[in-house]
């Protein structure tokens, strides 16, 4: 494990569609204190290879649904992950899938949501270093739904019942010779005050660099 691991959290702040980063940044940032220094940025140039050689972990809050990264930004993350990086997936941070090559990085494709309900989480695997001590909880989120691939290894993290019917709301995996973890719940500041959920989040962060 490096030294004084250091974190980029990537999102916007002019103009976001859904999920301005300003509210929930220092939030993510308390929640992280223990484990990495995170340092924000609105630059999506952070996504580039030159940028991100200086960060152990990427943590995507993007609200990018209305464009794409170029390019450099997607072979840059692409490479950091694939060369050791860690990438942690926020809620609307999914919004990079315009890319296929992204979409499978993260492991899914967002498809739509329901509207903001009560949701009971509960413990897919407990055996994950991710879920260790967790319990099932409840709050009050969008329900993301998504399309998964058949090439990717994933491990199902948590899950919530819409229609009788288990979904999916975390994930990790492994990508190259890095980790990838995505978390469902992030909609807004309430849902990184809940307690099981902050819990989670750094949990996340300590495997993903660990």
Sequence with gaps: MVKNPKAILIGDYANPPYHPLHPVEGEITEILSSAITVQSTGDYQFFTAGALKDFQ?????????????????????LSFVSNGGSLLVIHNGISIQSHFELAQ???ARFTGHPAM?????????????????????????????????????????????????????????PYGLGKVAFLMPGHDLTAFKNETYRQIILQSVRWLIG
């Design 57 to 77: 972990l990427c943590i995507s809050y993007t609200d990018c649904w209305d464009r794409k990264l170029t390019p450099e930004q997607v072979g840059g993350l």
């Design 117 to 173: 309900q009560k949701l009971c989480l509960k413990i897919a695997d407990p055996d994950h270093p991710i879920m260790a001590g967790i319990d099932s909880f409840e709050m009050i989120e969008e329900p993301y739904q998504f399309f998964f691939d058949n090439f990717g290894e994933r491990t199902l993290l948590l899950e919530y019942e819409l229609d009788k019917q288990a979904l999916p709301a975390a994930w990790a995996h």
């Design 105 to 107: 990085l993260v492991g």
